[in-house]
């Protein structure tokens, strides 16, 4: 009986190793572990659909194999793109979701016109924007999300602002829809701020066409 029981039990051995061979096989050569589809959502419908094109060669890899250096590496390379998540949805579609950048400002560059996103990049533009400041000047990307972020922490609306002007000694002047140009200092810019909205506060009806913050701790205006 003993030596009947272990035959039964290698031959069901033989059998679940023949059956998880044909399965492990089968697994891998049919279509079940194949990328043959790319679902994009957050762009409009032509940013979505050249994504899809240029992540056409990933279709038919398989999704356990798929080079996600490179797809990160094409999905960086278009400036509307904010954040993004990607979802392997099993069996056989790559599902990407993109959040889209919001345009900050207006840049003129070597003869181009682009708009500056809140992810840091520069597209070239092709329409107008008059709800957008325009920035002039040599200026970087830190120069100017300092300047944002003490702006938006302010009283100070960022939509009322019609042009920014960056300087080589590393200031800015901030110029308003109402013809208001405001002269920042290099340094102690939120204190600045702060006295000139305290400033403003006090002087409403005045028709002020310049403030010069320059030097600590005083006002200068021109009516």
């Not at 520069?122 to 107008?128: A, C, G, K, V």
């Amino acid at each position: 009986m003993p030596q009947r029981k272990s035959k039964k039990i290698l031959i069901y051995l033989i059998l679940f190793i023949s059956l998880g061979t044909l399965s492990h096989k089968d697994f891998y050569e049919n279509n079940l572990i194949r990328l043959n589809q790319i679902i994009i959502t957050g762009l409009d419908e032509r940013n979505n659909n050249d994504l899809v094109n240029r992540l056409d060669y990933v279709r038919l890899n398989n999704l356990f194999f798929l080079e996600k250096t490179k797809i990160i590496e094409i999905i960086n390379t278009n400036p509307l793109i904010e954040k993004y998540s990607v979802f392997i949805n099993y069996p056989s579609t790559l599902n990407i979701k993109i959040e889209k950048t919001k345009f900050l400002a207006k840049v003129n560059k070597d003869g181009k016109s682009f708009f500056l996103g809140s992810n840091g990049k520069l597209m070239e533009s092709f329409q107008i924007r008059n709800d957008l400041p325009s920035i002039y000047g040599d200026f970087n990307n830190e120069n100017f999300f300092n300047l944002k972020k003490i702006i938006d922490e302010s009283d100070i609306s960022y939509e009322q602002i019609k042009n920014l002007f960056f300087f080589k000694t590393g200031r800015w002047d901030i110029e308003t829809y109402e013809g208001l140009l405001i002269k920042l200092p290099k340094n102690r810019v939120e204190k600045s701020i702060k006295l000139l909205i305290d400033f403003l506060d006090q002087n409403k009806e005045k028709k002020l066409n310049l403030i010069d913050l320059r030097q600590y701790n005083q006002i200068v205006i021109n009516e």
